[in-house]
């Protein structure tokens, strides 16, 4: 079945960065969407951002704009977060999931199990 | 600055039916909005159910329907189980806007 794993997550202080790796397994790929989605302790889920098959486009939230990139490398089967200025509001579970079809238009049907991040000083 | 809004909190008796709603503050919600629903149980990762309104997964439960309502997407379930109680989250699509949102979620408790 479908399988997504994370990995990078970790403790890192305040106006550091760290990237985010997802592998994906059992599909195409190179043929579908990715999003990275996050949840703070106790809180509700935010979508972070979404590029589409070819890396050609990409959306992100306000919260992240101009300080996360998200990329792909679909040679590798790999999805990424760059995180950059992280701020301690960063501070959640992240996870990827694959969109159900190629462009920016597709919401997510299977997620990982995520990664987490903790921003303190 | 947009805003997806579901109910906290809602509950239902086992074998009842309850629907939970998703609303956008920039107006009625739309097919275009491409609405999905997600079930969330503790320490589990998200697991999706409906999107696209009304479109089901292959793994999504019979009891489990999407639809839109009164101008907000609607996730109802009808004969719920024990093993419904959960949080349910709605996604909703902002294509001008360039962005995905969620909703705050609602818990449902099935006593």
């Known amino acids: 079945q479908v399988q997504l794993v994370e990995s990078g997550g970790g403790m890192v202080q305040p106006g550091r960065s760290l990237r985010l790796s997802c592998v994906g397994s059992?599909?195409?790929?190179?043929?579908?969407?990715l999003h990275w989605v996050r949840q703070a302790p106790g809180k509700g889920l935010e979508w972070v951002a979404i590029?589409?098959?070819?890396?050609?486009?990409?959306y992100y939230a306000d919260s992240v704009k101009g300080r996360f990139t998200i990329s792909r490398d679909n040679s590798k089967n790999t999805l990424y977060l760059q995180m950059n200025s992280l701020r301690t509001d960063d501070t959640a579970v992240y996870y990827c999931?694959?969109?159900?079809?190629?462009?920016?238009?597709?919401?997510?049907?299977?997620w990982g199990q995520g990664t987490t991040v903790t921003v303190s000083s | 600055q947009t805003v997806v809004t579901q109910e906290p909190s809602l509950t239902v008796s086992p074998g009842g039916t309850v629907t939970l709603t998703c609303s956008s503050n920039?107006?009625?919600?739309?097919?275009?909005?491409?609405p999905n629903w997600f079930q969330q149980k503790p320490g589990q990762a998200p697991r999706a159910l409906i999107y696209?309104?009304?479109n089901k997964h292959s793994w999504t439960p019979a009891r489990f329907s999407g639809s839109l309502l009164g101008g907000k997407a609607a996730l109802t379930l009808s004969g719920v189980q024990p093993e419904d109680e959960a949080e349910y989250y709605c996604?909703?699509?902002?294509?001008?806007?360039?962005?995905?949102?969620f909703g705050g979620g609602t818990k449902l408790t099935v006593l």
């Open positions: 999931a694959k969109a159900e079809g190629p462009y920016i238009s597709y919401g997510m049907d299977v």
């Open positions: 059992v599909f195409p790929f190179s043929s579908y969407g």
């Open positions: 590029i589409s098959y070819d890396g050609s486009n990409e």
């Open positions: 920039t107006g009625a919600v739309t097919s275009a909005n491409s």
């Open positions: 696209s309104t009304s």
């Open positions: 996604l909703l699509h902002y294509g001008g806007a360039r962005l995905w949102l």
